[in-house]
């Protein structure tokens, strides 16, 4: 079974970080919920929207997060190229990998206590 993550990220030049993640705060008023070095997240009605700063990003992009109980059967039901170049993966179980469209997707097995 595939359902969908916890996470969006939206992964951003160094250029428009800041504006982005005042846009967000400011503009639309969303709660932060965590401040990391190179990232902000804000609480997205329950789900967590990350705006993340990526130095070689040359645009915009935005990444989902899917969870199953078996991220590799799961990425062979989709028929998905598995991409885990694209980020590590660090206490993770799971694989990047893309839409037709290019729409980065995480599909990862969830933690004990995340539906």
Known sequence: MIGPGRNIAIKVPPHKWDEMVAFYR???GLEVVQVLDTSVGFDFNGFT???DRVPH????DVWLELFSDDPDAAL????????????PLDGVT?????DPAGTV????????GET
Do not use: A, M, Y
């Open 26 to 28: 400011d503009k639309i």
């Open 49 to 51: 929207l990350w705006i």
């Open 57 to 60: 990003q040359s645009q915009t």
């Open 76 to 87: 062979t039901r989709l028929g998905s190229p598995r991409r885990d170049e694209l980020e």
């Open 94 to 98: 799971g694989h990047w990998t893309s």
């Open 105 to 112: 997707l995480l599909v990862r097995r969830p933690r004990d």
